[in-house]
């Protein structure tokens, strides 16, 4: 798995890009197929911004999350393709099936 981040309007940090790392990892136990991951953290007026392009073995998908904190907004960013990941696999595996 390759992870690109960079940063708009922001300096990438040690620790928000390990952050990132540790919370990506997690989608890597529920899919072993992702390619690579675009990530873009960004700040506009007051509002921390991640989104993130995930590329998997037939889908691209994306997420994107804003709050107060940076953090917060990685972890819900995460979350939501965390959702995503795990319905293309049950999307994978149901057509499997049949």
Same mark, same amino acid.
């Given at each position: 798995?390759?992870?690109?981040?960079?940063?708009?309007?922001?300096? *990438?940090?040690? +620790?928000?890009? #390990?952050? &990132?790392?540790?919370? /990506?990892?997690?989608?890597?136990?529920?899919? @072993?197929?992702?390619?690579?991951?675009?990530?873009?953290?960004?700040?506009?007026?007051?509002?921390? *911004?991640?989104? +993130?392009?995930? #590329?998997? &073995?037939?889908?691209? /998908?994306?997420?994107?999350?804003?709050?107060? @904190?940076?953090?917060?907004?990685?972890?819900?960013?995460?979350?939501?393709?965390?959702?995503?990941?795990?319905?293309?696999?049950?999307?994978?595996?149901?057509?499997?099936?049949?």
């Amino acid at each position: 798995m390759q992870l690109n981040i960079s940063g708009h309007h922001l300096n *990438i940090t040690d +620790a928000i890009k #390990h952050h &990132s790392e540790e919370k /990506l990892s997690k989608i890597k136990h529920h899919f @072993d197929h992702v390619i690579n991951i675009n990530m873009i953290l960004g700040i506009e007026k007051d509002s921390q *911004i991640a989104e +993130a392009t995930l #590329h998997v &073995s037939g889908a691209d /998908l994306f997420a994107k999350a804003e709050s107060g @904190d940076m953090y917060a907004s990685i972890d819900q960013m995460v979350n939501k393709l965390d959702a995503q990941i795990r319905r293309h696999k049950e999307k994978l595996n149901d057509h499997r099936k049949n």
